[in-house]
């Protein structure tokens, strides 16, 4: 039950219509020394990322935010902290992927295909490592063997640097819903373990340009209002003079009803 659900979000996410507001490629131009320090000092800065989607409410943190099997089930709720804690540095990768599975499904951002790309490219990489490894293992072969080395050392890199992109990326996407950017919305917090909104058609209008109202013109100028007072200026015409007699001067008229009826 519980994986099919995770499969529905998984088929929900692709059609999400929001955008980060960086790709992965051009993190490292948006914030430089945040890029950095999460190149180094990653486990910390997925600890910080993760309670701060959470809005710095621990009561609300699930190990892997609730996308993994063991989810609600290693006592978070005694101690959320220590929980996050062995999560991001036993768990690191899956600790990076739930945060923006987090921010995914509470702001409907989907993935663009160059960030699909580049995710895909460093877990197909860390496989052709894993494979080479295995193979220098069963036959011995030094060529193997140090070919296996270097896929290894490469597949780190790509996916240290991944990570670090990533999670730059999420700091970025928080900066905006906290309003660094602009104006901060007004908006509440989510209900407690309610950050996924796969039941709203709709995505919300979190950091995102206002859209017009159904039936409203685009760059349009609104229809100016409508003379006020009745009747208009100017009416009846100067062109018809008013008739004789009309209006009466008083009601009813001299000799009404006429002679002949008994009043």
């Known amino acids: 039950m519980a994986n099919q659900q995770n499969l529905e979000k998984m088929q929900l996410?692709?059609?999400?219509?929001?955008?980060?507001h960086t790709d992965l490629m051009r993190t490292i131009q948006v914030d430089t020394p945040y890029c950095c320090l999460s190149l180094w000092c990653a486990p910390c800065v997925s600890y910080l990322l993760r309670k701060r989607a959470l809005y710095d409410d621990m009561s609300r943190y699930t190990c892997c935010a609730g996308y993994m099997?063991?989810?609600?089930?290693?006592?978070e709720s005694k101690c959320p902290e220590f929980c996050?804690?062995?999560?991001?540095?036993?768990?690191?990768?899956?600790?990076?992927?739930?945060t923006?599975?987090?921010l995914q499904d509470e702001f409907n951002i989907q993935t663009t295909q160059c960030d699909n790309c580049i995710i895909g490219f460093m877990l197909c990489l860390n496989q052709v490592a894993c494979i080479f490894s295995i193979v220098a293992?069963?036959?011995?072969?030094?060529?193997?063997?140090?070919a296996s080395q270097i896929l290894s050392c490469?597949?780190?890199?790509?996916?240290?640097?991944?990570?670090?992109?990533?999670?730059?990326?999420?700091?970025?996407?928080?900066?905006?819903?906290?309003?660094?950017?602009?104006?901060?919305?007004?908006m509440a917090v989510p209900p407690v373990q309610q950050m996924s909104r796969i039941d709203q058609p709709v995505p919300p209008s979190v950091?995102?340009?206002?859209?017009?109202a159904y039936g409203q013109n685009y760059g349009y100028p609104p229809a100016p209002p409508p003379a006020q007072g009745y009747p208009a200026t100017g009416y009846p015409s100067a062109a018809y003079?008013?008739?004789?007699?009309?209006?009466?001067?008083?009601?009813p008229p001299q000799g009404y009803p006429p002679s002949g009826y008994s009043r």
Request: hydrophobic share 30%; proline share 10%.
């Open 207 to 212: 950091g995102y340009a206002p859209q017009p």
């Open 241 to 251: 003079p008013p008739q004789q007699g009309y209006p009466p001067t008083a009601y």
């Open 13 to 20: 996410r692709q059609n999400y219509r929001n955008l980060w």
């Open 69 to 75: 099997p063991c989810s609600g089930r290693c006592g």
């Open 154 to 186: 490469l597949a780190d890199l790509v996916y240290c640097s991944v990570c670090a992109c990533m999670q730059t990326q999420h700091k970025v996407e928080m900066d905006k819903r906290d309003g660094k950017f602009g104006p901060q919305p007004a």
């Open 100 to 102: 923006r599975f987090l």
């Open 137 to 146: 293992m069963i036959v011995g072969s030094e060529e193997i063997s140090e």
């Open 84 to 98: 996050l804690c062995t999560e991001v540095f036993l768990c690191f990768g899956n600790s990076v992927a739930s």
